[in-house]
Nanobody, 115 residues
Framework: QVQLVESGGGLVQPGGSLRLSCAAS????????MRWYRQAPGKEREFVAH????????SYADSVKGRFTISRDNAKNTVYLQMNSLKPEDTAVYYC????????WGQGTQVTVSS
């Protein structure tokens, strides 16, 4: 059974940091590129960050470039999203996704940036 379980979301003040984790099971994690997406209330889901299978290359949405860092640990079947200098407009449900010929999605974790 394929599972992607996100964790680490919560309420944080503007300028703060959070680290999201996504634990994978039920498939060969090291064969999949991984992405983070987010969806704010009333908006479409949008791409946040991408990391290749071995973690050698990453890419980011312009809105998070320089503030967010995606990484992965294939030994732990986990992908991370380090989020720094958070802004209120980063408030959203964050989803991880495994990308290959089949794509898998987690259930999401809420991130709220507010004072």
């Amino acid at each position: 059974q394929v599972q992607l379980v996100e964790s680490g979301g919560g309420l944080v003040q503007p300028g703060g940091s959070l680290r999201l984790s996504c634990a994978a099971s039920g498939f060969t994690f090291s064969n999949y590129a991984m992405r983070w997406y987010r969806q704010a209330p009333g908006k479409e889901r949008e791409f946040v960050a991408h990391i290749t299978i071995a973690g050698g290359r990453t890419s980011y949405a312009d809105s998070v470039k320089g503030r967010f860092t995606i990484s992965r640990d294939n030994a732990k079947n986990t992908v991370y999203l380090q989020m720094n200098s958070l802004k209120p407009e980063d408030t959203a449900v964050y989803y991880c996704s495994a990308r290959s010929t089949l794509n898998y999605w987690g259930q999401g974790t809420q991130v709220t940036v507010s004072s």
